[in-house]
């Protein structure tokens, strides 16, 4: 469906000359992403919405788009399994997210939580099967430490306030991390 939607959407920027047909492939490639990242986006807040739980959705969708963009990892190999991933971890995350919130959360503990799995991000970033520079990885490893300390800071802010907003970012950067793990393990094999 997306992979459709792109091609036709690219097929008429071609016909009228907004995209050279030498740029189509290229085209087609960004407006699936942009068709993927708005269904996933859409069915996140809808499934939210739906739970009384759309503070959750949107630090999911905020914390997998600026995070998970820098460091990699698993990636689905058709845009259904990806959409249906998005939503399960959605799901999975929002389910210990209100468990977690019954338990009282020693901020220290989780402050500690949350700097391991920094660390871990910042030595692992970026997880990709395709050759990157070395200026590249430094600069995906930067960014995805950054938005983690921006994400951590935050979370440790509501906790108090918002715990299941606050454990939402945790949980969605340690998904990123587990996402990483995944990845290096498809890298593993792929040298194989």
């Not at 338990?103 to 970033?125: E, M, Q």
């Amino acid at each position: 469906m997306i992979e459709n939607s792109a091609r036709k959407l690219t097929d008429r920027f071609v016909k009228k000359h907004i995209v050279e047909v030498s740029d189509a492939e290229i085209c087609q490639y960004g407006l699936e992403v942009i068709l993927s990242t708005g269904v996933n986006f859409l069915n996140v807040i809808l499934i939210g919405f739906l739970l009384g739980k759309t503070g959750t959705a949107f630090c999911y969708f905020l914390v997998l788009a600026t995070v998970r963009t820098q460091t990699g990892g698993y990636h689905a190999d058709t845009y259904c399994k990806c959409e249906l991933l998005y939503v399960v971890v959605y799901l999975l995350l929002l389910l210990c997210s209100c468990q977690f919130e019954k338990i009282v959360i020693n901020p220290v503990i989780y402050a500690l939580a949350l700097i391991i799995n920094t660390l871990f991000i910042g030595r692992n970033a970026p997880v990709t099967k395709k050759e990157i520079s070395d200026e590249q990885k430094r600069r995906g490893k930067k960014r995805a430490v950054a938005g983690c300390l921006i994400w951590n800071g935050m979370s440790l802010g509501i906790l108090h306030y918002y715990p299941t907003e606050a454990l939402m970012i945790g949980d969605s950067l340690l998904a990123v991390s587990l996402f990483m793990v995944i990845g290096k393990g498809g890298e593993k094999k792929d040298e194989k």
